[in-house]
């Protein structure tokens, strides 16, 4: 079958890979002009090893381990006053996002078409396929279409309506983004935390570099999701005036090039798919950064994903049925972890 896939991070690369071995023919279209370096660490827990194994990938993803140990819990004056064991944030293995997305792409780009700079416009779908046409190249025919484009996934909204229904807001909004290591952090960082707000900042890429991040506790906001300025003043807004590093983290955050900004949210849909088109990873089911799981969902659900397909022989409907049945329970047990996660994320300051 041809399937187009929306989306080149986690879930779509890692579904082109098994759609391949399986003998289809996927096309993956990706808005960014190439695919995203860098970014925060990810980890990994449980069977995503095994299925990175099945991919011949653990190997390479382990060679880029952050190798992260304990972290600082510090006060304002950069005393530290508890420790964070690296197993509650790292997990079983943890990776900058950006290297696991170039090291599945890799696997995957001499086999499989990549179409950069694009994005769907719109689906059309009857029994014998389904119409694409996209912002900027010309409409082409598939057999199935999956999203796997995220939180704010556009083929969700295409077949489902707006997110607003979908979206479980966690009550936390985190910023991120790169800086140098000016702490001279050695495969640590340091975490501040005063009621509703934490900055931490940690190691990156052999400790050449590091990223920081700002949370604050929020109701929902109202601000354009582009608008990265705009983003950068909300932090600033929120951090004003607090102590520790703070100051010189707002200062950086102004002029960050790798800077990301969201709410910390779920995706609660009661059904993936709707006739040809179904959705994987975060766009279906988004279990939010506190579940500490999304990487590991986007990969199982892509593993199996191509399975039923495959053991379907062709009859979507039917493989979809039994991929929302495999995937239901572990993503409702995950998404109880990531609102657990969510509303003791901010743990005491010292008194
Ligand atoms: C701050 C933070 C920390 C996290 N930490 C962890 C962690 O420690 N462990 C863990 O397991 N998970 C973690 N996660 C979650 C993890 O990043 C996601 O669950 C995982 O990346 C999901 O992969 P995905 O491929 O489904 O979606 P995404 O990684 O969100 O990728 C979506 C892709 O779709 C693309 N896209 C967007 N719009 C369109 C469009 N219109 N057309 C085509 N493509 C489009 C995007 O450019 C992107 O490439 C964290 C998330 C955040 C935000």
Known sequence: MNILISGASVAGPALAYWLRRHGHTPTVVEPARQVRDGGYAVDFRGEALDVLDRMGLLEQVRALDTHMGDAAMVDGDGNRYATLPAVIFAGDLEILKGDLTRILYEATRD??????GDSIASLEQDETG??????????????????????????????FGPEEPFLRHLGIYTAIFNLDNYLGLENTGRLYTVPGKAANIFSARDNTEARAALHFVSDPLDYDRRDVEQHRRIVAEHFAGE???VP???????SAEDFYFDA???????????????????AGYCSGPTSGRGTSQ?????????????????????????????????VTEHQQVGREGAERFFMDPPT
């Open 298 to 330: 986007a990969l199982i659900g892509a593993y199996i994903l191509a399975g039923e397909l495959a053991e379907a022989g062709g009859d979507h409907a039917a493989a979809f049925t039994a991929y929302e049945r495999q995937m239901r329970g572990y």
């Open 248 to 254: 010189r983290l707002l200062k950086e955050m102004m």
């Open 264 to 282: 910390n949210a779920q995706i609660v849909m009661d059904r993936w798919s709707e006739g040809r088109v179904v959705l994987l990873g975060d």
């Open 130 to 159: 389904v119409r694409v046409t996209f912002a900027r190249g010309e409409p082409r025919m598939f057999d199935l279409v999956v999203g796997a484009d995220g939180l704010h996934s556009r083929t969700r909204e295409l077949v």
């Open 243 to 245: 102590g520790w590093e």
């Open 111 to 116: 086999d499989v078409e990549y179409v950069f």
